[in-house]
């Protein structure tokens, strides 16, 4: 189980396009909702449906630990963050998730 952060286009959609591809779950997080669900609907149109997604702004503590907060009760936690911002930043408070 794999979480991309920043993940609505770019490199960061093209690394859940490959894990999803290879037939890890992941969660593509973005900042905004709206080009978050864009981004998810075009990789389930690839028939990519182990991909979720769910808000995430990085710079927002509260947003982090509601983030990690649904990765514990939906997943028990995660195996791969992949970060496209301060890999330190989010670390320090995912720890805690991480399987």
Sequence with gaps: MAVV???NKG???EIVRQLAKEGITVVLT?????RGKVALESLKSQELHNVNFHPLDVTS?????TLADWLRKTYGGIDVL??????YT????FAFVLC
């Design 61 to 65: 503590q509260e947003s982090i630990l």
């Design 30 to 34: 973005a900042r905004d909702e709206t």
């Design 5 to 7: 952060t920043g993940a």
């Design 82 to 87: 992949v970060s496209t911002f301060e890999a």
């Design 11 to 13: 490199i960061g959609f």
């Design 90 to 93: 989010l670390l320090k408070h």
